[in-house]
Every structure is written in C-alpha cells, then in structure tokens.
C-alpha cells in the first residue's frame, strides 16, 4: 500500500466537482490561492474529487499546488481532517457521486465538514418562515406544481417570477406578465396578451410574447421540462433609471468561530435585464453611495442598518435547523419603496464582488476566513466540532 504524503492532523481538503480537465477540477485560481494560503498558515491545503476517494484504504488522490514548480501535483493523502465542500453539479449522476461521497465522510470520525451545503430554495425558504422573524422579508413563494398554478397566479396577480428551484446564476430565471398588469397585480381585462423575459438554462437573453394563455403555457412546458420550479411575487427590484439590482452580502465565520460580515456590494444588472447576476453582463457598486443616490442619505443609513443586521440573523436561524454553516452568500432586494427582500441564500458562494470592488482586505478575508475557521475547529473537540452534523 503507496503511504500518503501526510497524516490528516492539519489537513484541509477542498471537495470539487470532477471534470475533464487537467487537474480534473474548474477554479483552479481561487484554489491555487486556498492552498498557498494555506501553506503560511501550518495547513496542508489539497483539492480533490469525489471520485479520487479509495474507501478501501481509506485514502485520497488530491492535488496541491507547488509553488516552487508554479504547477499542480497529484498526490496521496489520508482522508482530510477538514472537508471544505465546493461541490457544483449540473447531472445527476454528479450529484450521485456527491452524495456517497458525502455520506461516506460523515462516518469518518476522523473527518470533519467545515460546513453542511444547505438544501434548495423552497427548504430554506420553509426554513425561515417557520423561524417567524424573517417573515415581512420573504416574498410569496409556492411550488410551481402545474401549469394551472401558474394561470391561477396569473389571474390574481398578473404577473410572477418562474426560478428553478435548484438554479444559480440568474440561468433559468422568467418575468411572465399579462399585459395590462399593473405594477400593484391587477389586471385589464381588455388585454389578453402575455410576454416573458428572463433567461435560459444557458444564460442566453429570452423575450417573447403570446397572443393567449395557451400559448403560453404550451411554451412554458416546453421550456421547463422536467425541471423543478418556484412561483414567487414579483417585486420591482429596479433604480430609478429602471436598472435591475440587488444587494450581495458575504457572511462568514472567524478564526473564533463567530460569525462575521465580510462585505456588501450592489449587483448592477444590464439596462433592460431582469436579474443582476454577474454572469449574465451585471456590474458592482459600492453599496453607500448607491443607496445614498437611489434613496437620500437618512433612508439609505436606516436601510443598510437593516440590511446588515438581517445578514447577521440569518446564518443563527438557518444553522438552528440545518447543521453548521461556515459561509452564506445573500441576496437581497430593495423595492422602489425602500422596503428590504431576502431574495436567495447560498452556502457556497463566489467572492467575485471584491475583486470588482478592488476591496483589498475584503478581498483578503473572503479568501482566508474558511481556513482560519478550518484551524479554529481543529482546535475544537471533536464532540463540540460536530454539533448537529446531518445528511442532506
């Protein structure tokens, strides 16, 4: 039996989604960065794969980065001490590997999750509306069960937003509206059309109209499949030149195990767009002045006090009925009349903002509070570190 590099008393393996590339895993910058962070810090940081897992021994094939040599290496390691997941999937099949993968950590002893990856959208929407503090923050959000869910909504709102329960990015997202809607939801009888506008599972630009809600529907089917989808309200989530944007908020835990937050910024969607994602062309601004513009200096002060107190609450309500957390990305939306939404929470979130923001220390502790959480549950009794640890 090959004898692997090093023993797992200081490791930290960062699990990734497996892909055709050499090494077999995307990221590779924000990686590279955790190892060689990691290595002035007394931590041996590797990256691998669900399937670089050898039950048998037990043991992993992961990848370190070789500074000297400026390139990947592959190497066997015992199982790591801390497991930071990064694991994204898009097949089923990679969320099969994941799972066991998953599964057969969490009965290692030896082995501890830096963080349990929370469920989707509906679950942790269920979840905060049962905690009861978050309520007047929650948009009506129910499970697209039919299409004759969607024209019932319609009938009574005129208008609502389609997001796959599982998605990301803004891919997948729609605005169907019937014509006539007022912004309020109701609806002129007079006018019988319909349009939609959002985007793909493919991140591409989607507008079209329908002369009637069967046509509509006939299309929607089509364009979900089998695909799992929420109804929620809309909420005009625009500046006053009529630019869709929301609020990112990065909150995470310290080298004392506390939480912290790490930064905001303002997500800036193209002129004409529905979401504000980054991927799909959006810009970052500073939240201050952004808020200060769209809202005056008095409101602006009481809504960013708003906003940062519920960045705080949230992980506390989440992590009471999920399992540790180490860091929530956190979506919010401002309305046009200054009232705040909790849009979306991520558990594993990019950290793009700051580099757009060129937030230096922001930059810095994005990258670094993981692995000063990471040394900070190493210290921690393994009774106390694996407080409510549940399957997902």
């Not at 007047?136 to 499970?143: D, G, W, Y």
């Not at 912004?183 to 991140?203: K, L, W, Y």
């Amino acid at each position: 039996m090959m004898k692997p590099d090093r023993p797992n008393e200081s490791t930290v393996g960062i699990m990734t989604t497996q892909t055709d590339e050499h090494p077999p895993f995307a990221n590779r910058g924000f990686y590279r960065r955790l190892c060689l962070l990691g290595s002035r810090s007394g931590l041996m940081v590797f990256v691998f794969t669900p399937q670089g897992i050898d039950w048998s021994r037990p043991q992993v094939t992961g990848y370190v980065y070789d500074a000297a040599l400026k390139e990947w290496v592959s190497r066997t390691f015992d199982l790591p001490a801390i497991v930071y997941d990064r694991c994204f999937f898009t097949a089923r099949r990679q969320y099969a590997d994941y799972r066991n993968a998953l599964h057969g950590l969490k009965r290692q002893s030896s082995v501890r999750l830096l963080g349990h990856g929370l469920k989707g959208k509906w679950d942790v929407q269920q979840a905060l509306r049962q905690d009861g503090r978050f309520d007047r923050h929650l948009p009506e959000t129910q499970p697209l069960r039919s299409m004759r869910t969607l024209a019932d909504w319609l009938r009574r709102r005129g208008e609502a937003i389609l997001k796959p329960r599982d998605g990301s990015q803004g891919r997948g997202v729609l605005l169907v509206r019937r014509e006539g809607a007022s912004p309020a939801g109701t609806v002129n009888a007079a006018s019988a059309a319909f349009t939609v506008r959002g985007r793909d599972p493919r991140n591409r630009a989607v507008a079209c109209g329908f002369a009637d809600a069967g046509a509509l529907l006939r299309w929607l089917r089509l364009f979900i499949a089998q695909r799992s989808y929420l109804l929620q309200q809309y909420l005009p989530l625009q500046s006053q030149n009529g630019d869709a944007y929301d609020v990112r908020a990065l909150v995470q835990k310290d080298g004392g195990g506390r939480w912290k937050l790490t930064g905001m910024a303002v997500r800036r969607g193209q002129n004409g767009s529905l979401t504000s994602n980054l991927h799909g062309g959006g810009t970052v601004e500073p939240i201050g002045p952004f808020m200060t513009r769209e809202f005056g200096p008095v409101r602006a002060e009481k809504l960013l006090h708003e906003l940062k107190q519920l960045a705080m609450g949230l992980p506390e309500a989440l992590e009471s009925c999920h399992g540790r957390l180490v860091e929530l990305g956190i979506d919010f939306g401002v309305d046009t009349d200054g009232n705040s939404w909790i849009l979306e929470v991520n558990s594993k979130p990019g950290r793009s903002i700051f580099t757009y923001l060129q937030d230096d220390q922001a930059k810095l502790d994005a990258l670094a509070n993981p692995l000063r959480y990471a040394r900070y549950l190493l210290r921690q009794p393994s009774a106390q570190a694996n407080v409510r640890q549940r399957l997902p």
